[in-house]
């Protein structure tokens, strides 16, 4: 007897449980749906940030790169092609140590010229003339961006009086959007900001001083500063994908590198 009620109960509460209704795994299922969508928006920006800083602050070493090449004298190491066992022909003229003086910058063009964006590079180079600005953009050079090219004479580290020594491209997907010179004092209203579109910023021994050169696409410079007595800075804007960050690289007139966030 006791077995036989022990049997129907477990039969009754077998039937009167109840199960999930469709409509309450639905709503756990938007519930479950909202979250992940969240946490994934949330990481998506998180990994844009993370690489928007990143990307920040490889310009900023690259600069500094120029700035200690420059301080502590050293010489390019140029590019030699058509290596044949122990032979190199090389492609860029040696300078002879003690005639000149070692200067090395970094070059930006963000003017969108003739259709072709080049906001995504920038180039490190060696002023070989010490004229204060990067000469194989200038005409009658034939500059190729694409620095793994061979077919021009012009392309980075080829010709005899090329001043490239390395294009970098930006693979992410930010892009470098702003060149700005500023001169004078934020601080006390008399500074006056000037926009540029082909900037160089040039350090030369034995100072770490900066130089910021603006010239246009004939290579004519439009102001070429020494610390004294006009000093300017360069503010150096990059943006993320779809305005998911903006960060600013400001290189002061006394070589003072430093990365700073803007706010939207």
């Known amino acids: 007897m006791s077995f036989h009620n022990t049997s129907f109960n477990f039969k009754k509460k077998f039937r009167d449980a109840r199960g999930v209704t469709?409509?309450?795994?639905?709503?756990?299922?938007?519930?479950?749906?909202?979250?992940?969508?969240?946490?994934?928006?949330?990481?998506?920006?998180f990994s844009t940030s993370v690489s928007l800083q990143n990307l920040a602050q490889d310009i900023a070493l690259k600069i500094?790169?120029?700035?200690?090449?420059?301080?502590?004298?050293?010489?390019?190491?140029?590019?030699?092609?058509?290596?044949?066992?122990?032979?190199?022909?090389q492609t860029q003229t040696p300078i002879a140590v003690g005639t000149w003086t070692p200067s090395y910058g970094v070059y930006f063009d963000i003017s969108l010229a003739s259709g072709?964006?080049?906001?995504?590079?920038?180039?490190?180079?060696?002023?070989?003339?010490?004229?204060g600005i990067f000469d194989d953009v200038i005409p009658p050079h034939s500059f190729d961006w694409n620095a793994s090219s061979s077919s021009s004479t012009n392309s980075c580290g080829n010709g005899p009086d090329t001043e490239c020594l390395?294009?970098?491209?930006?693979?992410?997907?930010?892009?470098i959007t702003g060149l700005t010179k500023i001169t004078g004092n934020p601080q006390s209203g008399g500074s006056v900001q000037t926009p540029a579109n082909f900037v160089s910023v040039i350090f030369k021994r034995p100072f770490p001083d900066s130089y910021i050169t603006?010239?246009?696409?004939?290579?004519?410079?439009?102001?070429?500063?020494?610390?004294?007595?006009n000093p300017e800075r360069l503010d150096i804007t990059l943006a993320g994908n779809n305005?998911?960050?903006?960060?600013?690289?400001?290189?002061?007139?006394l070589g003072r590198i430093s990365v700073n966030d803007v706010d939207q």
């Open 22 to 45: 469709f409509l309450e795994l639905m709503i756990v299922i938007s519930i479950f749906a909202i979250i992940s969508t969240t946490v994934l928006l949330r990481f998506s920006v």
């Open 64 to 89: 500094e790169q120029a700035q200690n090449a420059s301080i502590n004298g050293v010489y390019p190491k140029l590019r030699q092609d058509s290596c044949a066992g122990q032979t190199c022909v």
């Open 116 to 131: 072709v964006s080049h906001r995504s590079q920038f180039v490190y180079f060696y002023d070989r003339n010490s004229n």
């Open 166 to 175: 390395d294009v970098i491209t930006i693979s992410s997907g930010e892009q």
């Open 214 to 229: 603006d010239q246009n696409a004939s290579g004519t410079i439009n102001n070429t500063n020494s610390p004294q007595p």
């Open 243 to 253: 305005n998911s960050g903006v960060k600013v690289i400001t290189v002061s007139p």
